[in-house]
Every structure is written in C-alpha cells, then in structure tokens.
C-alpha cells in the first residue's frame, strides 16, 4: 500500500459521551514531549525532553531523558532518566548505570535506559484508581543495557537488558540480567543455533563494529497487585516482573526473589497449549491491567506482527533469524492463568475485510495499549502516529494522528499514556467539543472536484442475465481510453 501524500493530523474523532477524557502525554518526533487534550490542542511541550516513553505524573510532572548515546558507540541508550516540574526544571535525576568513555566524546556516567520504566506506586506506569506514582521517593524500576559475553549464548558480544531497580538517591537496589536465564527461555536447538550465530548483531554507525542484540526487550513492569496472587498463585506475585522480548517472540514473568523465570509465553506459539492464540510476533508493551481497572489481572500486550524470532530457516528467513512473519498487528487481552483470549482487536474489529485488508491495523513496531476506567482501550498504533481509543465493543470514539516527524521524516509515536484532568492542576479541564468522523468518500481538498461532479457522462450496461452475471457501471471516458 502507498503512503498518502496528505492526510490529516491532530483530533479527527472524538465523541465525549463515550471516551474517556482526559490528558495525552507522548514524544512529539524531534520536539520534545508534548501533553494534549481531547481536541487536540497543545496544552505544554517539553522542549528537547527524550519520552522513551514519555509518563506524566500527578501535579504535572513528566518523565523523560536529556540526552541519548551517539549512535556510532550505542544502541537507544539515554543518558539519564529524569523527572522535571511543569516548567521544566530536573526534580530528580538517575545516571548512574554505567562511566563510559567513548571516543572523541567526553566521558559520562549513563543511566543507558531504553524503552520502560515504573516508578512505586504505578506498577505498569498509566493511571489507575487507587495506584498514583511517587513524586518526591520511592523505587523506579529502570530497563536498561549492558554488554557482555556468553559463550553459552554467542561467541560475539551482546547487548544484553539488564532491568535495575533504584532508590530516589540512585542506590542500586536489585537487577536482573536475561542471560543469565539463558536455559529458562524455552529456546529449541534450532533457534539456539541461530542465536550463536548471529545473535541480532548489529552495527555502529560507520566504525564497523557491532553487538548482538538479542532479545531486545521493550517493556518491564511490576505485576501488581492481582486476582491470581490472591487466590494463592506464587507467579503472579506483585512485586515480580513481567517483561517482554521482541526479537524473541517472549513474554515472561521474572521472580523479584529468585531471578527465576517463572511464567512465560513465547518463543514457539506452535505448542498446543498455546497454538489457539496464535504466532505472538514483535510485541510491545505486554503488562498485567492494574487492580481497579476492567479486566485488571488480565495480560495486556500489543502483538505487532512483523518479524521475530529465531528458528528453522523459511523461504521469508533463509537463516532463521527473524523467522516469524506477519503483515498486520492484534491487541491482546489473556487470562495469564489459563491462556484465554478474552479480548481482541484486529483490522476484522476495526471494520475490514480480513484477511485481504488485514494490513490496515499494521504497526510491525514500536506501539502501545493502554485500558482505561470505563473499559475503553487506548492505542497507539506507533509506525502511523495513530492513537485513537476503541469501546469493549469496538467503536472508534476517539482518533489523534501526530502532527510531529522526526529525522527519517515518519511520525510515529513510540508509546502514548492518558491521565485525568486533575493530575495536570497547571492545566484545568478544557473545553471538550465533539468531533464528527469525516465523510472521506466526500471530503475535498480545496481546488479538488467534489464527488459526483465530474463532466465525464456514466451509463450502465446490461449484460444478458446468466447466473452470476450482473448490471455494471463503466465510464464512457475510461472506455474511449481503452481502460
């Protein structure tokens, strides 16, 4: 499918009635984070604030990072992880991961956060009743990057995900490195022969060099407090982790205790107990929905289709690196306790004809679900720069395309968060106006010729009725043209 050349941007469908209002936060491309409202009006932008992701907190704090690793020496490594006020001054600051002395570059001590974080108080990071975000202490769970050698995993470097734990003063207080757990991540023999081989390496910018980024885990939040614990299940204890690996196909749970992996779904979704949902493939943003919101205890995860995994070769991966292939994108809702798909959406749910027109729900990166309090689930549909926000019965109550581009000149949003009015005290309760969905079919460009107003005459042609045949209307024009 062609890109359109224009299309529009900011708020084009919004019915008050039926979405849940609130404020916006996400990275607005190479701007900075910016807040929105339901209209689509700029309420603040951050200037030059990296969201990766971007989370607002309540009184109007937002979380983000100053600066990221130049590309030739890292991969999406930030600098810091900070929190700054409504005017922007930093309120809190971790950096101190890692002293890193690259060339030509002034040695730093880096956070080399990437892709999540959750400060005590908010388990998976979005607003949920009863679960605010610290402000001024407390935990902050950060997912953040080493690298290293495992000859059990590859003879070449990795870039492995190290998930720390740190207290307001920036003391490390656990982490945990998925290398480790190499032999708990239900790999077969075929998949961990192509893992030594190549291990996702990629390279450096210009200098040649390269690391195996081999899981590239792009969420990791705190269970939460849940239904299953309660009923005496040990996995699905509140302070355990539960991360997902989108070069793996893997979602899994880590016990904040043991380190031991001790749920998981993924990598091969050809098992029986699992083959009902479906090939898992790219993820983002897998988390348990908070207590306090519908369908709390359940897996929330945006399966983004695309490519993942390692495995046998196939005509699509003649290596078997990257041997999962999908052209479109679901999001799931599993009972993590006995694999029920209890919710889904997919382009059949957004109105289209599967599997023909599937690939219109297609982000095969990046992206976001988020559940919020009266049942809806707000999207970010990330490679488009689309969030919009869908009723349990699937209608579109709210749509947003970012206005903003970044370097490669694509919109895309990372991930998107909503929080109520009275978490931005700065901001007050806009003013809500109903958006009416667009008549495309209809809708003009300024210059352009409306619908039904062509000087080209139409006549219908009746073919002698047989079965399946049928009354067709052509353009006198087109068949001058010989088309």
């Known amino acids: 499918m062609g890109y359109p050349t224009v299309y529009p941007t900011g708020a084009t469908v919004y019915n008050p009635q039926k979405a849940w209002s609130g404020y916006t936060v996400y990275q607005a491309g190479n701007e900075g984070v910016v807040l929105i409202d339901m209209n689509g009006r700029e309420v603040r932008l951050w200037k030059g604030l990296i969201g990766f992701p971007a989370k607002i907190f309540p009184g109007g704090y937002v979380l983000g990072s100053t600066g990221r690793r130049d590309p030739k020496f890292g991969i999406q490594d930030n600098v810091d992880l900070v929190q700054v006020d409504w005017d922007g001054n930093i309120v809190w600051k971790y950096n101190g991961f890692e002293h890193i002395a690259d060339p030509g ?22 607003y949920a009743p009863g ?11 950060i997912l953040s990057h080493s690298n290293l050698k495992n000859p059990a995993i590859s003879d070449k470097e990795l870039l492995d995900d190290i998930i720390l734990e740190v ?22 023999e075929a998949a961990k022969n192509v893992l030594f081989r190549d291990p996702n390496t990629r390279s450096f910018g210009h200098l040649g060099g390269g690391v195996g980024d081999w899981l590239h885990i792009n969420s990791a939040s705190y269970v939460g407090p849940n ?5 005496g299940d040990e996995r699905f204890h509140p302070d355990n982790i539960i991360w997902d690996a989108r070069e793996a196909n ?30 898992i493939i790219g993820q983002h943003h897998a988390h348990i929905i908070p207590r306090g919101l519908p369908g709390e205890g359940n897996l929330l995860v945006f399966d983004n289709g695309g490519w993942g995994g390692y495995g046998l070769p196939n005509p699509a991966s003649p290596f078997g690196q990257k041997n999962a292939i999908r052209d479109h ?23 289209f004809s599967v599997p023909t027109d599937s690939y219109k729900f297609y982000s095969p990166y990046i992206s976001s679900a988020q559940r919020l309090p009266n049942g809806n689930t707000l999207i970010t549909e990330g490679s488009n720069g689309r969030l ?34 009275e978490w931005v005290p700065q901001a ?11 008549d495309a079919a209809n809708f003009r460009v300024p210059g352009a010729a409306p619908k039904g107003t062509d000087s080209v005459a139409e006549v219908a042609l009746t073919l002698p009725f047989t079965e399946g045949a049928a009354c067709v209307a052509f353009s006198e024009e087109s068949e001058r043209k010989g088309r």
């Open 250 to 279: 893997i979602i899994a749970i880590t016990d904040r205790k043991t380190g031991g992996i001790v749920w998981r779904l993924g990598p091969d979704y050809s098992l029986p107990e699992v083959k009902h949902i479906g090939w």
């Open 105 to 126: 570059f002034e040695p730093l001590w880096y956070a080399r956060q990437h892709h999540d974080y959750q400060r005590e108080g908010s388990p998976v990071g979005y």
């Open 329 to 351: 994108s679901r999001v799931l809702e599993i009972n993590p306790a006995t694999l029920e798909v209890v919710w889904e959406y997919t382009a059949a749910e957004a109105g």
């Open 428 to 438: 007050g309760t806009p003013a809500e106006t109903a958006i009416e969905p667009i």
């Open 388 to 421: 919009f926000e869908v009723t349990p019965e699937y209608e579109l109550v709210w749509e947003y395309i970012s206005p903003y581009t970044d370097k490669r000149n694509t919109n895309m949003v990372y991930r998107s968060y909503r929080v109520p009015y």
């Open 131 to 141: 679960q605010e975000p610290r402000t001024d202490g407390g935990r902050t769970l």
């Open 227 to 231: 239904r299953f614990y309660d009923a």
């Open 167 to 188: 207290d307001w003063e920036g003391n490390i207080l656990w982490q945990w490195k998925p290398s480790d757990h190499f032999d708990e991540l239900g790999f077969d």
